[in-house]
């Protein structure tokens, strides 16, 4: 898809493309609409990366609480995103065995409790291996820290959907 379509679309459209590049948060979408036209992708990335930086703090931890867990009741119940799914399977983490669901679960509650949202991290550039170790090392961060290093997650899981829709040749038309 290049920037020509994308600068072209109507505000519907838009957003039912762009809308989960952050996770549940079309918002996000809907209001980088409104700075087109874009010249490229890079310059597309930073308008929703302005977004999520121009946020006061509680916005920013919005963002992350809609975030669903890591291998978590979501992805059990089979109630995640398209995009959240193919990345937690990509990582392993739909094949996880009993203990280290188990120890996942206790893990991402810790997290949680610590800091009121959830663990973020971008599966696709992690793996079920690493993650446990990951949340372990992160729960231990100062709170200012640790909002900074998940919103950067955030970033890099939008970077990879921003790239996948960007290349997606089905979605480049005439
Ligand atoms: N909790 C969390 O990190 N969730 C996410 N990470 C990712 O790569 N996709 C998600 O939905």
Redesign the pocket.
Known sequence: MDMEKVNSMDFGEFVDVFGNVV?RCPLIAAAVWSQRPFCNSEDLEKHFFAFIDALPQSGQEGILRC????AGRELQQGTLTAE?RR??RGAGLMSLDAAERLRLAELNAQYRARFGF???????LSDRAAVPGELARRLQRPPAEELRTALG?VKK?GRLRLADLLGAAGLAGP
């Open positions: 996770e975030h669903p867990d890591l959240s990345e937690q959830p663990f973020v991290l971008a599966a696709r997650e899981i």
